[in-house]
């Protein structure tokens, strides 16, 4: 089994900034893709950066310049430093991951952590 823990979110004023960590442990071979997603209230989740083996690293046209995705292959962690935060970034982010087990003939799962809250907020 695969399981996915993410880490850094709270509470930040407008300006300012939060490193989010994700780390991945269990029946790992290889990770495809790290990504992080983000759901709003009210709102549908959202693709916001990703590291990925056939796509390079991309990210959603709000948060260019501001955030920044990073990983650490020999921990297998992936992390999101969010700079100039804005109120609009508010929402639950949550990490997700493609990836290779180590069973023979298993295909390539999606898995997801539990998701860590980022207000910005004066």
């Known amino acids: 089994q695969v399981r996915l823990v993410e880490s850094g979110g709270g509470l930040v004023q407008p300006g300012g900034s939060l490193r989010l960590s994700c780390r991945a442990s269990?029946?790992?071979?290889?990770?495809?893709?790290m990504r992080w997603y983000r759901q709003a209230p009210g709102n549908q989740r959202e693709l916001v950066a990703e590291i990925s083996a056939t796509k390079g690293i991309n990210y959603e046209d709000s948060v260019k310049g501001r955030f920044t995705i990073s990983r650490d292959n020999g921990k297998n962690r992936w992390y999101l430093q969010m700079d100039s935060l804005k109120s609009e970034d508010t929402a639950v982010y949550y990490c997700?991951?493609?990836?290779?087990?180590?069973?023979?003939?298993?295909?390539?799962?999606?898995?997801w952590g539990q998701g860590t809250q980022v207000t910005v907020s004066s």
């Open positions: 997700n991951s493609l990836i290779k087990g180590t069973t023979m003939g298993v295909p390539v799962s999606e898995h």
């Open positions: 269990g029946n790992i071979f290889s990770i495809r893709a």
